[in-house]
């Protein structure tokens, strides 16, 4: 079924294939099913919550206002914005000394606190070992500069943009990721960028599991110009996203983002859900999905790469989303995803609002681990 909301315009035909095969198989009630009070409520109550966020967007208070413009400048303001910095602390305990083992120790320590893992740590104090032995760093400034380098090293590489193939229609985006990353705020960040592109966008409602998605996943596409396709809650995923991509090809649309449910990365049975979904999509278009983008909240840590690592293992992801960086998160996650599978690092999340939502930087986000939200502007 074609939902529409405002932006939407007409339902769009299916062609007999939508309707026959083991994705389409759903009964003649699939169309009539209503929902129950719980999930009424639950809806309501998130959409409401959507749209408070966007009147928040808005309305931003007098603090908000005077934070740093410009995507980058608000990364390195929120990013570990605690007092503390392991350029604040080398620092202090350098004061009147030169580098030497200590020293070194006391930076494994905070690199390791920082989540940057155990095997990236070791390689970078590998490296830095051979530096100090040969007198290179001698100074608190110089190891502080050779650490910023050494994780840019880590990190450029996996800096590259999503790049649209603009001859498909649709370019199909699968987004995946467990429950709470920020999964659709992302696909509805992600729709507003490629809007404001000029690109003309399409959301597929295939989380059918969780009562408010859809629903969420609708303000999303109301907000933000892009046309929606949904069936009931609780319908099959593939047959949802079959359908939509069906839809999206009939009105030539550039790019077709398609939600996915949240799961667990170790639940075989959730992970071979979305292996079917991908299956489906290439029952219509062989070289879909053209990105598989994974979500992944910093704040989960050592978590997250495990996610990764398995998201990764199932489905053959192509991008990375690092969301809520501007909350307790420590950052090095990063390091050590980039690290442990170097894909791509398309977008990192700041904040709630849609410009909170921009464009990973190696060399900028290197600077604003080190020094920490006091110092990284100097």
Same mark, same amino acid.
């Given at each position: ?140 400034? *110089? ?36 429950? $709470? ?13 490629? #809007? ?28 933000? @110009? ?7 809650? @609780? *319908? ?7 359908? *939509? ?33 991908? #299956? ?28 990764? !690592? ?19 998160? #420590? $950052? ?9 599978? !170097? ?28 020094? @920490? ?6």
């Amino acid at each position: 079924m074609m939902r529409s909301c405002r932006c939407a315009g007409p339902r769009a035909g299916r062609g007999e294939g939508a309707r026959r095969g083991e994705v389409a198989e759903r009964g003649e009630g699939a169309e009539r099913g209503g929902r129950d009070e719980d999930i009424s409520r639950s809806v309501a109550q998130s959409v409401i919550g959507v749209r408070a966020a966007a009147c928040d967007n808005r309305c931003m208070s007098a603090e908000e206002s005077h934070e740093p413009k410009g995507f980058l400048a608000r990364l390195r303001a929120r990013l570990n914005r605690g007092g503390a910095s392991i350029a604040r602390d080398l620092r202090g305990l350098l004061r009147g000394r030169k580098v030497d083992a200590a020293v070194l120790e006391e930076l494994e320590s905070r690199l390791l606190t920082a989540d940057v893992g155990v095997e990236a740590t070791q390689e970078i104090l590998s490296d830095l070992n051979r530096r100090v032995a040969r007198h290179e760093l001698d100074d608190v400034e *110089a190891l502080l500069a050779a650490l910023r380098a050494r994780l840019v090293e880590l990190l450029a590489p996996c800096e590259r943009a999503l790049a649209v193939n603009r001859t498909l229609h649709p370019y199909v985006v699968l987004v995946v990721g467990v429950n $709470g990353s920020g999964k659709t705020t992302s696909i509805g960040k992600l729709a507003q960028r490629l #809007r404001a592109d000029g690109l003309t966008v399409m959301l597929a409602a295939g989380d059918t599991f969780r009562a408010a998605a859809i629903e969420q996943l609708a303000v999303w596409a109301e907000r933000t @110009g892009a046309l929606f396709s949904s069936q009931r809650a @609780g *319908a099959d995923p593939g047959a949802v996203i079959f359908d *939509a991509l069906q839809s999206a090809r009939a009105r030539h649309i550039d790019v077709l983002i398609a939600d996915t449910a949240g799961r667990l990365h170790s639940q075989t049975h959730l992970m071979d859900e979305l292996k079917k979904v991908k #299956r489906v999509l290439q029952r219509v278009e062989p070289t879909a999905p053209h990105e598989v983008l994974l979500v992944l909240d910093a704040n989960q840590g050592q978590n997250a790469l495990a996610q990764a !690592q398995q998201f990764h293992a199932a489905l053959g992801v192509t991008g990375l989303v690092l969301t809520k960086l501007d909350g307790t998160a #420590r $950052g090095g996650i990063v390091v050590a995803i980039a690290r442990a599978l !170097q894909l791509p690092i398309r977008f990192v999340g700041v904040g709630e609002r849609a410009e909170d939502f921009g464009l990973f930087d190696a060399r900028t986000f290197a600077a604003a681990l080190v020094d @920490g939200a006091a110092d990284a502007s100097t």
